[in-house]
Nanobody
Framework: QVQLVESGGGLVQPGESLRLSCAAS????????MGWYRQAPGKQRELVAT???????NSKESVKGRFTISRDNAKNTVYLQMNSLKVEDTAVYYC????????????????WGQGTQVTVSS
């Protein structure tokens, strides 16, 4: 069973930074896509940013220039560097991984972490 473990959330003031990390347990596998979604109170879950195995990035327009997504394929880890945080960035951030690949075989699947709280408040 694939397990995604997020870390790095917390409480910060506007303008400060956080770096989120999400690591998949185990080794000798990969994912076609990894990324981050978030859900604010009373809102639907939305995409923040995703990155493919080859490095293609898709991100929400409002975070471009402030957030940077990256991944380490050898470690099955995806990162989200969040700078210039705003109050409206407050949400639970969920790690997502799609398309499990083992030994060159595509097994599919969609996996979620438990979420990590990011609160931006003065």
């Amino acid at each position: 069973q694939v397990q995604l473990v997020e870390s790095g959330g917390g409480l910060v003031q506007p303008g400060e930074s956080l770096r989120l990390s999400c690591a998949a347990s185990g080794s000798d596998f990969g994912f076609s896509n990894m990324g981050w979604y978030r859900q604010a109170p009373g809102k639907q879950r939305e995409l923040v940013a995703t990155i493919s195995y080859g490095g293609d990035i898709n991100s929400k327009e409002s975070v471009k220039g402030r957030f940077t997504i990256s991944r380490d394929n050898a470690k099955n880890t995806v990162y989200l560097q969040m700078n210039s945080l705003k109050v409206e960035d407050t949400a639970v951030y969920y790690c997502n991984a799609e398309g499990l690949i083992i030994a060159g075989l595509s097994l599919g699947g969609n996996y979620w972490g438990q979420g990590t709280q990011v609160t931006v408040s003065s």
